[in-house]
């Protein structure tokens, strides 16, 4: 849990989550975090309040005073991105280029076949703005099984486009499922251990990812959510180039 430097993937008032960000951000400084990844539904996700093109600018100028009121602690502006039913982003490129990272991930038509699952998570994945691969296979334990994919292809595409793939820790996802880990790491795929929360208290579900993530023996030079302030933002230095 210490190696854990950061909040990747969360949700505020602005479309689901129950706390504001400046909450969420001091909820990370109390418990010192170097940075929280404040990312919210996109458009699409019309039942969670997702974000209009309007309100993203609206939040991005929130985020900026927040930055300057919290500073060296840091606020990046992210999105979880709806991957569309033909696996094309919920926003067009003008706009995904204004987020600091885009976590991407499916939350509608979720029962589908391999071949239609395949065709909208690898269209994700190759799309440029895309950072992180959001709860792989939308599975929720003891309740829906998650749509059928192909793992080491979708390992091997996240590899080939420097995409991150997200360990989901909320206790009912813990997904991508950890058995999965090793060949991401054996193809150099870095992994994130994210708590997707939707609430200051949802920071705790990080333990259940960090579990999962051990006994498939990842460490935390491959863990996103462990690299420094300084590390993170070079690493999306590099993604953008
Ligand atoms: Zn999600
Ligand atoms: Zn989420």
Redesign the pocket.
Known sequence: MKDIKAII???SNWSDGSNTIEEMAKACIEKNYEYLVI?D?SKSAFYANGLTEERIKEQHTYIDELNKKFAPFKIFKSI?CDILNDGNLDYSANILFTFDLV?A?VHSNLKMTEEKAMMRLINAIENPYTTIL??MTGRLILSRPGYPVDHKKIIDACAANNVVIELNAHPRRLDMDWRFIHYALEKNVLISIDP?A?STSGFNDIKYGVLAAQKAQLTKEKNLSSFSLQQFENFLANKKK
């Open positions: 993937h969360s949700h990312s539904h979880e976590i991930s959001g709860h997707d939707h």
